[in-house]
């Protein structure tokens, strides 16, 4: 008798609990695949958005700004950001090296004040290719006082493309300083923070803050086959050449974020898919037993019929 022929005959024999067999390890599957596919995309996810939109594959920074971000510290920001990019680009190892300034500011309309996000970037090299995102109107040009807004912050501000609006903020030295921006564009971006914000040529943002060649930033993209710890390196030697003990260069996972919590929540989530993984080998192993013991006798039988035990087995 053929082995698929008796396996099939033992499948049916006992039809409830071979569906619940089948219906606990189906569902110990799918349980697993859902969990590791959950937190493979959030993980892959969340890292895209952190290497795009915040901090991009490196970053260079001020060590003491995250502590006092709060207070818009821009004396905490890099000087000579312009030269320190033209080496960073001639050592080669990268293939986008661009500065970034977010600051806030206060717009006042009909005697409200509403505060908003600026960030001064370079449109044409920045990782986050803001191109891509643009919905309405067209990209700031270089050097000039137009801006481009997200979506919800143009609904916030009530305006749209063409339309103008004053924002105020503090200065490199303290002071307020004012200036008009007219709206070339608007863009609809992935996420609530990035899309509230407005965005204009770094070289305004500098001319508006009195930053001079500042930038709070530098957002670092490595060239392919070029690993991020020898690119982090390859930056900390220029640093470190120049005497700029108090910058850092860091990978971006490195970086303490929400990131770090989603790794140790994937941790968790293998826990559980092991967990689940034991429930359905201990629903096989049972049947397999039940099975067994219950056929002792047809065991018997086909022994004595002469099927040795390797073909018993199977």
Request: negative net charge; hydrophobic residues 45%; charged residues 20%.
């Amino acid at each position: 008798m053929k082995l698929t022929t008796m396996a099939w005959r033992n499948i049916r024999r006992n039809s409830r609990r071979t569906a619940l067999s089948a219906s606990a390890i189906a569902v110990a599957a799918m349980t697993i695949v859902l969990l590791f596919s959950l937190i493979q995309g959030m993980t892959e996810d969340m890292a895209f958005n952190l290497k795009h939109f915040y901090m991009g594959e490196i970053r260079v920074r001020h060590s003491e700004y995250d502590k006092n971000v709060h207070l818009n510290p821009l004396h905490l920001s890099i000087a000579n950001a312009s030269e320190i990019m033209e080496e960073i680009n001639a050592v080669g190892d990268f293939v986008n090296v661009s500065g970034r300034i977010q600051f806030p500011t206060g717009v006042f309309e009909d005697g409200e004040t509403t505060p908003i996000m600026g960030m001064g970037i370079d449109f044409e090299n920045d990782m986050m290719r803001v191109a891509d995102f643009l919905s309405e109107g067209s990209l700031p040009s270089a050097g000039s006082t137009e801006v481009l807004l997200g979506s919800r912050a143009a609904e916030n501000l009530g305006i749209g493309v063409g339309d103008k609006f004053t924002a105020v903020s503090t200065t490199l030295r303290r002071a307020s300083n004012g200036m008009t921006f007219t709206v070339a564009g608007i863009g609809k971006f992935p996420l609530n923070d990035i899309d509230s914000q407005f965005y204009l040529p770094l070289e305004t943002a500098q001319r508006f803050l009195r930053t001079g060649d500042r930038a709070v930033d530098l957002i670092l993209q490595s060239a392919p086959g070029v690993s991020a710890q020898d690119a982090r390196d390859a930056v900390a030697r220029i640093l470190s050449a120049r005497g700029l003990t108090d910058i850092e260069a860091e990978i971006w996972n490195d970086i303490p974020s929400s990131y770090i919590f989603l790794v140790i929540a994937r941790t968790a989530y293998y826990i559980m898919g092991m967990v689940f993984y034991v429930l359905a080998s201990t629903v096989i192993i049972n049947t397999i037993m039940m099975t067994i013991f219950e056929r002792t006798k047809e065991i018997g039988t086909l022994a004595s019929m002469g099927m040795d035990g390797r073909d018993i087995v199977k």
